[in-house]
């Protein structure tokens, strides 16, 4: 029997996602707070605090995004940190492809999975047809 009720303590609805193009700009202006952020707090350079803040930025709005936006979450994170945090007063730098592009991997990796769990199926209710006599 399914014990899960609309009214139970058990039941947690379906919540709807960002869309990915919400989600880009909302990425791309939580990136921008992050970055005053860490010019108050001092850390606005090129260094792992940096990237731990971009990263947990991108894992927390991967948590309220669809899957199919990790890669726009991860390319906006990826333009803020190197912008402001990298090379600091708004312009880009290109250091090395490989490194660029590890950049670019862990923050549309946070994104992914903090994005998977919500896209998983939600409980299946089980219906049996009876037989036509």
Avoid: K
């Avoid at 399914?2 to 058990?10: E, L, M, N, V």
Wanted: glycine letters at 12%; aromatic letters at 10%; one cysteine or more.
């Amino acid at each position: 029997m399914y014990s899960a009720r609309p009214g139970g303590h058990r039941f947690r609805p379906a919540l709807d996602r960002l869309p990915v193009a919400v989600s880009g700009a909302v990425t791309v202006v939580a990136g921008g707070v992050l970055a005053l952020g860490l010019g108050r707090l001092g850390q606005l350079h090129c260094g792992w605090f940096a990237y731990a803040a971009y990263a947990g930025l991108s894992a927390l709005l991967g948590a309220f995004s669809r899957p199919s936006a990790a890669p726009v979450i991860g390319m906006a994170a990826w333009l803020c940190c190197n912008a402001f945090a990298e090379h600091r007063r708004g312009e880009l730098g290109w250091s090395d492809v490989g490194a660029e592009s590890g950049h670019f991997a862990l923050f549309a990796a946070a994104a992914l999975l903090h994005s998977l769990p919500a896209a998983l199926p939600r409980r299946a209710v089980r219906v049996t047809r009876l037989p036509i006599a």
